[in-house]
């Protein structure tokens, strides 16, 4: 991703006060504590928008020659390495936003006797889903968990973002043209008792496209997209917040 494109777009965000926000909203905008961000969670496979995921054992003898020429060609992508990205993009959007969400220090929140002890969504643990490096799948059911938090560490709200990462042709004729980018990321804010404070999705397709021939696309340029659509994502989410 480039960091000046980044820069700039974050330079040109204006924070105006909500005038219509929910209770729950109206005390994010007002309380400045620290939120600890517990989950950060996306789907595995990076799929086709609405298909079933692709066999690259069914790739021709063409395909299968291309991308052992190129590395960087793929099929079918991950998100093993974008979720890291994404728990890093959350993180410099919030601090972007200058001061509107303020994340507690990482370490603190994963290294936490709280943290290490909380209940586990179990229908999600499986290879289908992937979480960055260090953090687990809490279960945001789990009621002694914001409690807990709240005793050991002060920090009295906990934030779980959860992630589907798709791509769709958006030109073209079947796999030959131009794919987008897709993301859609659901947040949930509880309070130190549980309690919902905020809950909303946003779904967003990158702005710019990646060519596909016959199925094959550049791996890099698709997770370049998905880094950029992750940032909007975030700074949507933000716009709400503040009531836009």
Known sequence: MKRAGFVL???????????????????????VRPIALVSVV????????????????????????????????AILSNAEELINTAETLIRDSMIASGGLIILADRDTVIHSRAYQNAQLNRRRMNREHVLPAGYRLIDPRDRDFPQALAAETGIQRSMFVDFTFTKQMRSGFART???????????????ENG????????????RGRVSVSNGMYSRSAL????????IDACFEFL????GF
């Open 9 to 31: 777009f974050i330079a040109g965000l204006v924070f105006l006060g909500a005038s219509c926000a929910t209770p729950g909203r109206e005390l994010l905008l007002t309380d």
């Open 42 to 73: 996306s789907n595995w496979d990076i799929n086709w928008h609405g298909e079933d995921p692709v066999n690259p054992n069914l790739a021709g003898s063409t395909t299968r020659r291309a991308l052992r020429a190129d590395p960087d060609l």
């Open 239 to 242: 716009y709400h917040l503040e």
């Open 195 to 206: 309690r919902t404070m905020y809950s909303r999705a946003f779904s967003l397709g990158s």
């Open 223 to 230: 997770m370049a997209l998905f880094e950029t659509v992750i």
């Open 177 to 191: 043209g131009n794919a987008s980018a897709d993301v859609e990321m659901r947040v949930l804010i509880l309070d």
